[in-house]
């Protein structure tokens, strides 16, 4: 650590993100990536991007990805932030709306940046414990929290919240600022864009990087009243005046265009989930009821760590995570069903010894 570090630098434990091998060697379902490639019209409009306009700057709010998600969702654009990747989103939700005096409140078991970001900001955090079957006690969630965050569906575990349960936290908590991340809801899950017409207090934030195989474009953005998304815009020109280059601008504004492909990729997903998650059970494994593009799994009798060493022996790279409560867990991302089947085929050889 160099003697220039200032206390909060020192302080950090950043998030350690999935292993991105240089090879191709492993079956990598570590990271929650698409394992379908983004759509062929998307990457058609790459291919005829004109790249002598790489000189400009691209538009600083990228309205072309704000007019197509106005038009999809059947909001204002106003009500629309976009940025680099859903994780730059949620970094200025947290410096936008939470001072060191504030309190927010996350599942102890959710999103590992959440207690990043806070340490960063030198905002305050609760972390609530789940329940003993992951699922998350929403409506219990401590008085004095001027905002609650969690992801829905929640990773890692996969389980969701309904749209009923998150109106009645909104209606309850009027002067809570609830912030809903819905990174895997096109999985199975019911978006609760909806209710930004009618709650001050909401924000949705959502991402390319998964449904939309867009991970390498990082493009995410927040839904929320006018009024929020304004508070957003004051933090993105306080640190960075034109997070999405122009050929993210692109891919993200088409990708929202082609909804058959993207339909057609999400359901073969869900297909194999199901798939994958029988195969599973059977096997004598626990495996939540995930509604995201990954399962969460334990085997019996194999702690975490040997179970993913043994995995990547093998050629597969899976997702474990320190959190004692969830240590003998894997995260496994949904492949092609190809993938999957590989995956079966060693986790059976595994349970064999
Ligand atoms: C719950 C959740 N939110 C947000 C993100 C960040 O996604 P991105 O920054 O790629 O948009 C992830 C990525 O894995 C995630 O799991």
Known sequence: MSRFFSRNTRELTPYVPGEQPKDKIFIKLNTNENPYPPSPLVMERIRNFALEDLRLYPNSEGATVKQALSKYYGISEDEVFVGNGSDEVLAFIFKAFFDNTDKIGFPDITYS????????????????PVRSDFSIDILQYPEDLKGIIFANPNAPTGLLISVETIEKLLQNRPDTLVIVDEAYIDFGGESCVELISKYDNLIVVQTLSKSRALAGQRVGFAIGCKELMDGLVRVKDSFNSYPLDRIAQIAAETAFIDTKYFNETRQKIIKTRQWTREELLNLGLEVTDSKANFLFVKIPGVSGPEALLKLRQEGILVRNFNNPRICDWLRITIGTQEEMKELVEKIKKIIAG
């Open 113 to 128: 940046f959440y207690p990043v970001y806070s340490a960063l900001f030198n905002i305050p955090y609760v972390q609530v």
